[in-house]
């Protein structure tokens, strides 16, 4: 049986001056507000490819934990960043790449297995699997 959740957006107005409201299942973000100066400018406010950053860095830690649970190691503390690279291309914007950086305190593991470990979790997590950009990761093992 599949786990469905879901997110929404509305939006309202043209491109650039258009506003949107992201929304999630949980509440976690309810009418948190997105546009074109934030996701292009800089400006205040959400957009796509945090969000999609965020999603993966939370699906890549989880995912290691499982892992390192089933090599029988338990981590005191993991730290992911995911840079998710959004860039304009011929056909429009892609995004191109997704960096994860891993900081994580795992006691009795190893600098190499902890990099063996960290890439199965790459490769596996669910977000790994439906990006299709060239992900990155740089793990290292605090302590």
């Known amino acids: 049986m599949a786990i469905v959740r879901s997110g929404s957006a509305e939006w309202s107005g043209g491109i650039k001056d258009g506003r949107g409201k992201i929304s999630t299942e949980s509440g976690a973000l309810a009418g948190f507000p997105y546009g074109f100066a934030s996701r292009f400018e800089g400006?205040?406010?959400?957009?796509?490819?945090?969000?999609?950053?965020?999603?993966?860095?939370?699906?890549?830690?989880?995912?290691?934990?499982?892992?390192?649970?089933?090599?029988?190691?338990?981590?005191?503390?993991?730290?992911?960043?995911?840079?998710?690279?959004?860039?304009?291309?011929?056909?429009?914007?892609?995004?191109?790449?997704?960096?994860?950086?891993?900081?994580?305190?795992?006691?009795?593991?190893?600098?190499?297995?902890?990099?063996?470990?960290a890439g199965k979790a790459k490769a596996n997590c669910p977000l790994s699997k439906v990006i299709r950009a060239n992900i990155t990761l740089d793990a290292k093992l605090a302590g």
Do not use: W
């Open 43 to 117: 400006q205040r406010g959400s957009n796509p490819e945090e969000l999609l950053g965020a999603a993966h860095a939370a699906c890549f830690t989880m995912a290691l934990s499982l892992i390192l649970g089933e090599a029988g190691l338990t981590a005191t503390q993991l730290e992911t960043t995911a840079k998710v690279s959004l860039e304009k291309q011929d056909a429009g914007y892609a995004i191109t790449q997704v960096d994860l950086t891993l900081v994580g305190t795992v006691p009795g593991a190893t600098p190499e297995q902890f990099a063996e470990l």
